[in-house]
Nanobody
Framework: QLQASGGGLVPAGASLRLSCAAS????????MGWFRQAPGKEREFVAA????????YYADSVKGRFTISKDNIKNTAYLQMNSLKPEDTAVYYC??????????????????WGQGTQVTVSS
């Protein structure tokens, strides 16, 4: 029901925009989050946004470089990633929480997950 896309191989300093398209139900009342998992590491929180797109929250490692947004008409969430670094290399997952005002990093708070999209940043 959540389809993440937009990943790829880019050089350090480049930008990418990830999309998370929802289908089968409307996610306009859901909070959305992005997580990532690098090889050999645990899944980590990246960014979250509340249902109406007003409140956002970022991991310190991406603050100032990444921007999360959502378009409730298109039923899609986005993660704009600028100034990418090799340490941003990971599989990126989008997630949705029925708690519409949740903007936290606990993965157990999210009810639906996308399949992931690979982001590779070369040095």
């Amino acid at each position: 029901q959540l389809q993440a896309s937009g990943g790829g191989l880019v050089p350090a300093g480049a930008s990418l925009r990830l999309s998370c398209a929802a289908s089968g139900r409307t996610f306009s009342s859901y909070a959305m989050g992005w997580f990532r998992q690098a090889p050999g590491k645990e899944r980590e929180f990246v960014a979250a946004i509340n249902w109406i797109g007003v409140t956002t929250y970022y991991a310190d490692s991406v603050k100032g470089r990444f921007t999360i947004s959502k378009d409730n008409i298109k039923n899609t969430a986005y993660l704009q990633m600028n100034s990418l670094k090799p340490e941003d290399t990971a599989v990126y997952y989008c997630a949705a929480s029925i708690k519409g005002n949740y903007v936290g990093g606990y993965y157990t708070a999210y009810d639906y997950w996308g399949q992931g999209t690979q982001v590779t940043v070369s040095s």
